[in-house]
């Protein structure tokens, strides 16, 4: 049982670039969380993606930006790259119904590095 | 708002030494609680979770109890090995589909020999 795949593993950009970050989740599942997390910091909240709709987000601006495709993946987009968005960013999935009482299943991550 | 306090680290232990981590949080409702861990160059998986007051979760060896009246969530291990040299989250979750998964700023183990 595939868990969450996240592509690609690394990549470095220029700053003013645009991004598009892949992830695919666990079997199953059907919500989509993303997270930023900076070197040394515990994972910040983007945005999270059900029915393809975007349902709660983080305190991010609108630079990031997401999508969930019908079979639940998800893209997570950034633009106007800035050198403060180089981190490891996470996917993470869920399966809405049981809410609160599950945790999520994390992919390996991207790292991000905008130069 | 949510929010998880943990304490400061890194921790450094030798090895079979007795481990705590403390970690406190402020939330709505009734969250459930966790705690992740980071090996380096990986994701986060979950070790263990609690879902209500009194619940112990244990996985691994390392426990935590689900303290409503102290609000914390302390991770404890009788005995560490070098292996589980990594970085430890608190986190909670309220109740909701919608809801989110909360961090704390992590906690840094190194176990040496």
Redesign the interface.
């Given at each position: 049982d595939a868990g969450v795949t996240q592509s690609p593993t690394h990549l470095i950009k220029t700053r003013g670039q645009q991004v598009t970050l892949r992830c695919s989740p666990k079997s199953g599942h059907d919500t989509v969380s993303w997270y930023q997390q900076a070197l040394g910091q515990g994972p910040q909240f983007i945005f999270q993606y059900y029915e393809e709709e975007e349902r709660q987000r983080g305190n991010f601006p609108d630079r990031f930006s997401g999508h969930q495709f019908p079979n639940y993946s998800s893209e997570l987009n950034v633009n106007a790259l800035l050198l403060g968005d180089s981190a490891l960013y996470l996917c993470a999935s869920s399966l809405f119904f049981i809410g609160g009482e599950e945790g999520y299943t994390f992919g390996s991550g991207t790292r991000l590095t905008v130069v | 708002g949510n929010s998880v306090t943990q304490m400061e680290g890194p921790v450094t232990l030798s090895e079979e030494a007795f481990l705590t981590i403390n970690c406190t949080y402020t939330a709505t409702g009734y969250?459930?609680l966790?705690w992740?861990v980071q090996y380096p160059g990986?994701?986060?998986?979950?070790l263990l979770?609690a879902?209500k007051a009194d619940d112990k979760g244990s996985n691994k060896g390392f426990e935590a109890t689900y303290r409503k009246e102290t609000t914390s969530f302390h991770l404890e291990k009788g005995s560490v090995q070098v292996s589980d040299s990594a970085v430890y989250?608190c986190?909670l979750?309220?109740?909701?589909?919608?809801?989110?998964?909360?961090?704390?700023?992590?906690t840094k183990l190194q176990v040496i020999p």
């Open positions: - | 969250p459930s966790f992740y990986e994701g986060l998986q979950l979770k879902t989250f986190a979750r309220v109740p909701g589909g919608y809801q989110k998964v909360t961090f704390g700023t992590g």
